[in-house]
């Protein structure tokens, strides 16, 4: 069982729309979340980190944790043709950090 | 802060020859780096974890004969692939986490190889 979990998508959103994204975990151990963005041909860049149950809000962006049902979700508001680009959610496990497959966004101008 | 550079960003390379990649933190000390592969469309795999001064730990199923990594100080990581074959042809990217900071990690720009 793949150990993080993604919708691979691809979600289009129109601009100016909420874009939410999914992911689920296997390890009920894990601890700390994290989002990535990744623009094609690009190596992935920390949006967002998340450590306890509940919503983080950053900007734009709001990263929800449920430890209890073991998933993480991610909030884009206000869509921008920018944000288009594949999310990828990663779960630390020690010191390694095992990503899902990600979800391609596309966001509509 | 947290800038980790990759050299080079891509480079071709002739089948059966071997590639070095090197991985820098530029305004931190890396206690330790790790190395991810990427193939198109998918995720990014981890290939291993190297902490400076120690031999690198391999994922299960990666060529540690073949995948030469050396974490010489803690600025500096390298990534040698040798006799490289075009199935090897993948985006290599690093990244590094300092050691009070080991959960956030910091990605280098990725190094496109292209074996011939």
């Known amino acids: 069982q793949k150990e993080v979990e993604q919708n691979s998508g691809p979600l289009s959103v129109p601009e100016g729309a909420i874009a939410s994204l999914n992911c689920t975990y296997s390890d009920r151990g894990s601890q700390s979340f994290f989002w990535y963005r990744q623009y094609s041909g690009k190596s992935p860049e920390l949006i967002m980190f998340?450590?306890?149950?509940g919503d983080k809000e950053d900007g734009r962006f709001t990263a929800q944790l449920n430890k209890a049902s073991q998933y993480v979700s991610l909030l884009i508001r206000d869509s921008q043709p920018s944000d288009s680009a594949t999310y990828l959610c990663a779960v630390i496990e020690g010191y390694k950090l095992s990503f899902g497959a990600g979800t391609t966004v596309t966001v509509r101008a | 802060g947290a800038v980790v550079s990759q050299h080079p960003s891509w480079v071709i390379c002739k089948s059966g020859t071997s590639v070095k990649i090197e991985c820098r933190s530029l305004?931190?000390?890396?206690?330790?780096m790790f190395w991810y592969r990427q193939f198109p469309k998918q995720s990014l795999m981890l290939m291993a974890t190297s902490n400076e001064g120690s031999k690198a730990t391999y994922e299960q199923g990666v060529e540690k004969d073949k995948f030469l990594i050396n974490h010489a100080s803690l600025t500096l990581s390298t990534l040698t692939v040798t006799s490289a074959h075009p199935e090897d042809s993948s985006f290599y990217i690093c990244?590094?986490?300092?050691?009070?900071?080991?959960?956030?990690?910091?990605f280098g720009p990725g190094t496109r190889l292209t074996v011939t």
């Open positions: 305004d931190f000390q890396a206690t330790t």
């Open positions: 998340i450590y306890s149950n």
């Open positions: 990244s590094a986490g300092a050691r009070d900071t080991l959960s956030e990690q910091y």
